[in-house]
């Protein structure tokens, strides 16, 4: 047994639960650092994806009396109903977008310096998109609760739900993150950060699974039955992270705003930017 490989599998999920709900991108970091551990190729591009389900079990567990009562009033709650069809909704666009350009954006994009472009954009957008909601909102009103246009889910439309499935679409640039899309977004279509922030864990769910499962098909021929072992270790740790990351998250929003992330985001690329400029990391392209 390859000590060093289930090393580099614990790693890379405490990576990817510590990333994937905050607006850093998940994908983004697991590339750099599986980059830094050599761990590479296909099939880690496959299990970076794959364990990313241990996130979305993270969700599911914190927010499992919302589900079950979703599931439970489908039948009978207009309440369940608009929740269950609005995170439908805004999981669609990434379904389409997925089937007509993931393979493309995997083959050319998922790369460190590619990844370290998307960081800095990222942040300056963050930083640009949380001044206009301070001088929209006042300093003192940081999670937008007095004016912002919906400030719970269950105030969402089906045209808010597609907006934000459209934003969460940008994100299948790596670097971009999913998490930032779908919360700065939301913010720009008029939620509260809050409420914003609460919708992309649920989007999270089905956009995770989908993504998961439809990496494990395309890629099945690259991977056996040897390689269960590597990919439980690294759910299980992103699932556990993943888990303290929202609790953190959400007592992080109640009185903060995401622009320290921004500027993280734009260190973190320039940093990059600049190892591989000057030669100091090989970046693997």
Not at 52 to 81: I, K, P
Not at 251 to 257: G, K, T, V
Request: aromatic share 10%; with cysteine; hydrophobic share 55%.
């Amino acid at each position: 047994m390859d000590w060093t490989l289930y090393l580099k599998a614990a790693i890379l999920g405490i990576v990817e639960g510590l990333t994937e709900f905050l607006p850093i991108s998940s994908t983004g970091h697991l590339i750099v650092v599986g980059s830094l551990l050599d761990f590479t190729g296909e099939k880690a591009k496959t299990f970076e994806i794959a364990i990313q389900s241990g996130a979305m079990l993270a969700v599911m567990w914190e927010y499992r009396q919302r589900l079950l009562g979703t599931v439970a009033g489908l039948a009978s709650e207009t309440r369940a109903r608009r929740f269950a069809r609005n995170v439908l909704i805004a999981f669609a666009p990434a379904v389409a977008l997925g089937l007509l350009l993931g393979g493309l954006i995997k083959a050319h994009l998922f790369y460190p310096v590619p990844v370290a472009a998307a960081l800095v954009i990222g942040g300056i957008v963050i930083l640009i998109v949380e001044r206009r909601h301070k001088r929209r909102y006042g300093e003192r009103d940081l999670l937008g609760v007095r004016h912002a246009r919906v400030e719970s889910v269950d105030d969402l439309s089906a045209l808010d739900a597609l907006k934000i499935g459209l934003a969460q679409c940008v994100a299948m640039v790596p670097g971009v993150s999913r998490s930032g899309a779908t919360i700065i977004g939301g913010m720009i279509f008029g939620l509260s950060r809050k409420a914003a922030t609460e919708f992309s864990f649920y989007l999270a769910i089905p956009t995770l699974i989908g993504a998961g499962a439809f990496s494990l098909y395309r890629q099945r021929e690259l991977l056996s039955v040897a390689d269960l072992p590597l990919f439980a270790v690294g759910t299980a740790f992103a699932f556990v992270s993943a888990l303290l990351c929202i609790r953190w998250l959400i007592r992080y929003i109640a009185s903060h705003d995401f622009v320290i992330f921004a500027w993280y985001r734009i260190a973190f690329g320039i940093l990059i930017l600049l190892t591989a400029y000057t030669g100091v990391v090989d970046w693997h392209h």
